[in-house]
C-alpha cells in the first residue's frame, strides 16, 4: 500500500513531467536558439561518448549565384530555406539558426548511409521554390565522434530500484 506522501511525490513528478513536455508535437527538428542548441548539443556529445552511441552534426549554407537580392530580401528567403531544413528533417534531429543564410544541425542515430539521403531530402524540397535556380546550398557534415575515452562506469544500473526514499521506512506488518 502507498501512503499519501509517496502518491502526492508521484504526483508532484508527474505535474513536473507535464510542464516540461513538449507543446507543439510537429512532425519536425526540434529549432533552438543558440544558447539552447549549446546545452542541447554538449548533452548529445556527452550520451554519444558515454554510450558509443553515433550523430552526424551538419552545417547548411544558402548562397546567391549572384546579386540577385538585396539584403532583406535574402534574409527573408534564408528564413523560408530554415523552415524548408526544418521541415525535412526527423523530430529527433536539433538545429541552430548560426547565420542569417547558415544552419547548424544535430542528426543523432544517423547512419553514413542516410546522411546523403538527408541532404537529398533538404535540396528536394528547395527544388520546389522559385528560389532554387537563383541559389546554391552548400552542406558539410562529420561524424560526431567518441574522442574521449569513457572511464569504465563501476555503477551497477541493473540492480537500481525506483522507489521514494522513505519506502524503507515503512513497517512491515506480519
Given at each position: 500500500m502507498?501512503?499519501?506522501k509517496t502518491e502526492a511525490s508521484i504526483e508532484e513528478l508527474r505535474?513536473?513531467?507535464k510542464m516540461l513536455e513538449e507543446k507543439d508535437t510537429s512532425n519536425a527538428a526540434l529549432w533552438l536558439n543558440q544558447e539552447s542548441f549549446g546545452i542541447a548539443y554538449r548533452f548529445m556529445l556527452r550520451y554519444v561518448r558515454s554510450y558509443r552511441s553515433v550523430a552526424y552534426r551538419a552545417l547548411v549554407t544558402l548562397n546567391q549565384k549572384s546579386d540577385s537580392y538585396g539584403v532583406e530580401e535574402f534574409v527573408g528567403i534564408?528564413?523560408?530555406f530554415g523552415k524548408i531544413i526544418n521541415h525535412s528533417l526527423r523530430k529527433s534531429d536539433v538545429m541552430m539558426?548560426?547565420?542569417p543564410n547558415q544552419y547548424f544541425l544535430l542528426l543523432p542515430e544517423l547512419s553514413e548511409e542516410n546522411?546523403?539521403?538527408v541532404f537529398a531530402r533538404i535540396?528536394?524540397?528547395w527544388k520546389k521554390t522559385d528560389y532554387y535556380d537563383k541559389t546554391t546550398i552548400r552542406f558539410d557534415a562529420e561524424l560526431v565522434k567518441s574522442v574521449e575515452?569513457?572511464?569504465e562506469d563501476k555503477r551497477d544500473y541493473g540492480r537500481v530500484n525506483l522507489v521514494p526514499y522513505d519506502y524503507f521506512?515503512?513497517?512491515i506488518d506480519e
Open positions: 502507498i501512503n499519501m505535474r513536473i513531467s534564408s528564413d523560408e539558426q548560426s547565420k546522411i546523403e539521403s535540396r528536394n524540397e575515452e569513457v572511464v521506512d515503512k513497517k
